[in-house]
């Protein structure tokens, strides 16, 4: 019984409360329907994904919170479409630049959540055991990923035309592809970086309670 209430479940269940209500409200009137559902349908693949794995395969408390404002960031996105979320011009305002960067941030977490997730992955499944071979690999993993939502983004433009701008979210930067994907491998140094050993405490934790049961 004290497992149901345990509060890492409440705490699972207060977020996935949380992400379907915005998900509500996102989908409500949305800037551009076909963008939003671009924007979001990664929520709607890793929420189902994560209930239903969580017992088999339950991740860190870190990965979870990361995940969590990593789906925030895609739902507001597709809500506003990124070039006109109101926070974006905001920064822009207050950084003084020339186009909303919320698009980066996006890109950030791009690179941000799926180091932690790959560290998760390739640590609990003893797949490498050098330090530094670990490190090498999440961030031959995280550039992977970025260029090949960057090739989704490239299907998308062909297949819709003129219609992809809100998805591209280029706001005429010649250069947007590249600065995406350096946001990402910051966002995946980052994680290593500042983020490697509270990982690696929960890991270890993660570990040792799936040994005592």
Same mark, same amino acid.
């Given at each position: 019984?004290?497992?149901?209430?345990? *509060?890492?479940?409440?705490?699972?269940?207060?977020?996935?409360?949380?992400?379907?209500? %915005?998900?509500? =409200?996102?989908?409500?009137?949305? !800037?551009?329907?076909?963008? =939003?559902?671009?924007?979001?349908?990664?929520?709607?693949?890793?929420? *189902?994904?994560?209930?239903?794995? &969580?017992?088999?395969? *339950?991740?860190?408390?870190?990965?979870? @919170?990361?995940?969590?404002?990593?789906?925030?960031? @895609?739902?507001?996105?597709?809500?506003?479409? !990124?070039?006109?979320?109101?926070?974006? +011009?905001? @920064?822009?305002?207050?950084?003084?630049?020339?186009?909303? *960067? !919320?698009?980066?941030?996006?890109?950030?977490? $791009?690179? %941000?959540?799926? /180091?932690?997730? /790959?560290?998760?992955?390739?640590?609990?499944? /003893?797949?490498?055991?050098?330090?530094?071979?670990?490190?090498?690999?999440?961030?031959?993993?995280?550039?992977?990923?970025?260029?090949?939502?960057?090739?989704?983004?490239?299907?998308?433009?062909?297949?819709?035309? $003129?219609?992809?701008?809100? +998805?591209?979210?280029?706001?005429?930067?010649?250069?947007?592809?590249?600065?995406?994907?350096?946001?990402?491998?910051?966002?995946?140094?980052?994680?290593?970086?500042?983020?490697? &050993?509270?990982?690696?405490?929960?890991?270890?934790?993660?570990?040792?309670? /799936?040994?005592?049961?």
């Amino acid at each position: 019984m004290s497992s149901v209430f345990s *509060p890492r479940l409440l705490l699972q269940w207060l977020g996935s409360l949380v992400l379907i209500l %915005l998900l509500v =409200w996102s989908g409500f009137a949305p !800037y551009d329907r076909i963008t =939003w559902l671009m924007e979001v349908l990664p929520v709607l693949i890793v929420l *189902p994904l994560l209930w239903w794995t &969580k017992h088999r395969y *339950p991740l860190t408390q870190l990965l979870y @919170l990361l995940i969590f404002w990593h789906c925030i960031v @895609l739902i507001v996105g597709g809500a506003y479409t !990124y070039a006109r979320v109101p926070f974006g +011009f905001m @920064l822009q305002q207050w950084l003084e630049l020339d186009r909303n *960067p !919320y698009d980066k941030i996006g890109h950030f977490f $791009q690179g %941000l959540v799926p /180091a932690i997730a /790959a560290r998760e992955i390739l640590w609990r499944g /003893a797949y490498v055991h050098s330090t530094r071979m670990l490190n090498f690999l999440i961030l031959c993993v995280v550039l992977a990923i970025s260029a090949s939502y960057e090739l989704i983004e490239w299907g998308a433009a062909l297949a819709l035309g $003129q219609g992809a701008d809100e +998805f591209l979210g280029t706001q005429g930067d010649m250069w947007d592809t590249q600065s995406d994907m350096f946001l990402a491998l910051l966002g995946a140094i980052s994680a290593l970086l500042l983020l490697g &050993k509270l990982h690696q405490r929960q890991l270890n934790a993660l570990r040792s309670g /799936a040994s005592a049961t």
